[in-house]
């Protein structure tokens, strides 16, 4: 099995910066990306940015591009969300997957990002 532990949510002014942290454990020798995705209250969850974990290629949704940088570290089975120039509009619980072969994913518990106007 594999558990994933998200960290470095918070309340932050319009703005700013935060840099969220999702640790995995157990089985990662099998994971084939990592990625985040957020869920605002009363919408649905919506991906973000995703990076494979071999060759290190990323992918974000376009809202993300020039804002949000995701970068891994694969010797401690982690995954970064750098996040700048923060919106309201962020405002949401970031949740961390890791995709695994058989397209099993894995959630994380989620972290709670707030961004004051």
């Known amino acids: 099995q594999m558990q994933l532990v998200e960290s470095g949510g918070g309340l932050v002014q319009a703005g700013g910066s935060l840099r969220l942290s999702c640790v995995a454990s157990g089985r990662t020798v099998s994971i084939v990306a990592m990625g985040w995705f957020r869920q605002a209250p009363g919408k649905e969850r919506e991906f973000i940015t995703r990076?494979?974990?071999?060759?290190?290629?990323?992918y974000y949704v376009d809202s993300a591009k020039g804002r949000f940088t995701i970068s891994r570290d694969n010797a401690k089975n982690t995954v970064y969300l750098h996040m700048n120039s923060l919106k309201p509009e962020d405002t949401a619980v970031y949740y961390c997957?890791?995709?695994?072969?058989?397209?099993?994913?894995?959630w994380g518990q989620g972290t709670q990002v707030t961004v004051s106007s």
């Open positions: 990076i494979t974990w071999s060759g290190g290629r990323t």
């Open positions: 997957a890791a995709d695994l072969p058989g397209a099993l994913r894995v």
